[in-house]
């Protein structure tokens, strides 16, 4: 464990945050992880950083400072900033159709019933938004969620946790918008590829693939330099197995070749939802630059009242995702908890009956990864590991009240 300040120094107990690596290395002792690396901040600084196990169980390496993990929709957040800087020079807006940057969404039906095979349909009332994007009220969907016949659709197309071969985002969104919809735009919340599309939509506005807007616009400027859609060879070494919890004794197993695509090429689809690869060092980078309200080191990508708005709860009605939305593929629920520009965010603590701060924002990823910005106690916290899917264990749940309660000031 290396910490850069003296946690007592920003308000926190060291002996108290000592528990956050007694409860986590647990989870290695039995199997269920094979490592896991959290760094906490405040007001700039690293007030905890551990790393635990291993990033590689068959080749016995371990988990490291520098560990490269697959973020999957922590990438969600990073195409959000993407939008919201265009959005800032006046090339997008949120109530513009989704047909003006992509034609084929003007053509989309909606499910009403039947069968994945043949499903009835019906046009769309309103058009589909960027801001249905945003917020995952656009009726897009995930092929992996298996709970709509719409589901299957995605799945029979190819379209479970990858790709089919062959096709580009652009070709994938051409697909997606001829998939009918879950709902009517704006009705519900649904987590799906919605933010891929979002992604599709930076580079049709800003002419530039996703990969070189993020290199350019946003990971250099930030140096954020092991963040990427695919890690390079002189990096390969560094990057964390990906593994799943065994049918049979629920230990860490590593995940089957072809589940997922190697993250070591370069992918035909720059998945803005959950394509990233990248470190915590990074990921903390990038938090930090929106708890800094859109600045780092005197680099500044959003104005500080676009940041303020992004963590705001933007579901119609000011509902919360318990209401709003469609059963979530989590290891928990969420009352209390609204959706803003690329994250949740926390409305009512109490009803979310765990101790955190309203205006926390958050979200994870896939495989058991997860970040936080809390604004009022001026706290970023980043968790990586390597486990999917990411509703095996609640782990990330556990963390919250062990980061809370080290604090004293």
């Known amino acids: 464990m290396t910490n850069t300040v003296d946690p007592s120094s920003l308000g926190f107990d060291a ?95 909606v499910y009403r019933q039947g069968s994945f095979v043949k499903p009835m349909t019906e046009p769309l009332i309103e058009e589909m938004k960027v801001w249905h994007l945003f917020t995952h009220t656009s009726g897009l969907t995930y092929g992996f969620h298996n709970t709509h016949a719409v589901d299957a659709i995605y799945r029979d197309a190819g379209f479970l ?25 704006g009705t519900e919340w649904n987590y799906g590829v919605s933010t891929d599309v979002l992604g599709r939509v930076v580079e049709v506005v800003s002419g530039m693939p996703l990969d070189e807007f993020f290199r350019k616009r946003i990971f250099e400027p930030l140096g954020m330099i092991d963040t990427e859609f695919w890690v390079e060879e002189a990096k390969s070494d560094r990057l964390a197995q990906l593994y799943m919890p065994n049918p049979e004794s629920g230990r860490a197993m590593a995940v089957p070749p072809g589940v997922i695509g190697s993250p070591t090429e370069k992918p035909e689809v720059l998945q803005g939802g959950g394509g990233l690869a990248g470190t915590a060092a990074d990921y903390m980078r990038f938090c930090r630059m929106l708890l800094n309200r859109g600045e ?34 989590s290891e928990t629920t969420f009352d209390g908890t609204g959706f803003g520009l690329g994250f949740a965010t926390v409305m009512d603590p109490v009803a979310n009956k765990l101790p955190r701060s309203p205006g926390e924002f958050f979200w994870g990823g896939l495989a058991s990864t997860a970040f936080w910005i809390d604004p009022v106690e001026d706290i970023c916290v980043v968790f990586l590991t390597q486990l999917m899917p990411s509703s095996t264990y609640a782990v990330r749940e556990e963390l919250r009240p062990l980061v809370h309660q080290a604090l004293v000031d």
């Open 15 to 109: 002996d108290r945050l000592a528990r956050l690596d007694t409860h986590l290395q647990k989870y290695v002792e039995d199997g269920r992880l094979p490592g896991w690396q959290l760094q906490v901040s405040r007001s700039g600084q690293i007030v905890h950083h551990s790393v635990y196990g291993r990033r590689d169980l068959e080749r016995d390496l371990p988990w490291e400072n520098d560990t490269i993990v697959r973020l999957f929709s922590m990438t969600k957040p990073v195409t959000s900033v993407a939008a919201m800087m265009l959005a800032e020079e006046g090339l997008l807006q949120l109530k513009d159709p989704v047909s003006k940057y992509i034609p084929e969404f003007g053509d989309s039906r």
């Open 161 to 185: 946790f990858a790709h089919p071969p062959g096709i580009d985002l652009a070709e994938a969104c051409r697909l997606w918008a001829g998939f009918p919809l879950v709902f009517q735009p």
């Open 296 to 329: 780092l080191d005197g680099v500044r990508l959003l104005g500080s009242r676009t940041v303020e708005y992004m963590a705001q709860n933007h579901l119609p009605g000011h509902a919360d995702l318990e209401e709003f939305g469609r059963p979530l593929f």
